[in-house]
T-cell receptor
């Protein structure tokens, strides 16, 4: 069965500092990994994805994530956080056998203070 | 870019009534749409896969007679919560893929907050 873990319910950082939002996964088969962001009372917006190739993927708004197969992780990072980055972040996984069906982590609330 | 429109954004209904939620792909055709449910401070849970012209595929534990899905055209899928009860109160989100633009990316609607009194 596919599953995603986001071990932190909340991450707080000061503006200008680097941020990391953690994600680990468990799948059978090769994973396709995604990060989405959700603002209050809104749908989800795509940030970035890893399908194959370079382990470091760059996405929207200066975010990036590194796929680490040995640690089964896909942590989201940004070198310098902005107050406007404050939102709910979801990690998600899909595999070839579940193509089209994403399984989400429980989400991490990121708060960036001025 | 591709846009998925979901309507209504918010609905309040009495227990026992049925509620229909619409999900439209505005500038692309979606043979497959997905319906998710989100409880407060919890993850999105996939409920079902809506297939144009055929029956929906439901995830384990989701009552198909309770959550009726219809995908009558390439741009519209509907989710009907039948005989709604307070425990059905939740945030429902639809999503779709634009296979011509980017088959690997899901576009999400803005969600529907359902409150059953």
């Amino acid at each position: 069965a596919q599953s995603v873990a986001q071990p932190e319910d909340q991450v707080n950082v000061a503006e200008g500092n680097p941020l990391t939002v953690k994600c680990t996964y468990s799948v059978s088969g090769n994973p396709y990994l995604f990060w989405y962001v959700q603002y209050p009372n809104r749908g989800l917006q795509f940030l970035l994805k890893y399908i194959t190739g370079d382990n470091l993927v760059k996405g929207s708004y200066g975010f990036e994530a590194e796929f680490n197969k040995s640690q089964t992780s896909f942590h989201l990072k940004k070198p310098s956080a902005l107050v406007s980055d404050s939102a709910l972040y979801f990690c998600a996984v899909e595999t070839g056998s579940t193509l089209g069906r994403l399984y989400f982590g429980r989400g991490t609330q990121l708060t960036v203070w001025p | 870019g591709a846009v998925v429109s979901q309507h209504p954004s918010r609905v309040i209904c009495k227990s026992g009534t049925s509620v229909k939620i619409e999900c439209r792909s505005l500038d692309f055709q979606a043979t497959t749409m997905f319906w998710y449910r989100q409880f407060p401070k919890q993850s999105l849970m996939l409920m079902a896969t809506s297939n144009e012209g055929s029956k929906a595929t439901y995830e384990q534990g989701v009552e198909k007679d309770k959550f009726l899905i219809n995908h009558a055209s390439l741009t519209l899928s509907t989710l009907t919560v039948t005989s709604a009860h307070p425990e059905d109160s939740s945030f429902y989100i639809c999503s779709a893929r634009d296979f011509r633009r980017d088959p690997e990316k899901l576009f999400f609607g803005s969600g529907t907050q359902l409150s059953v009194l």
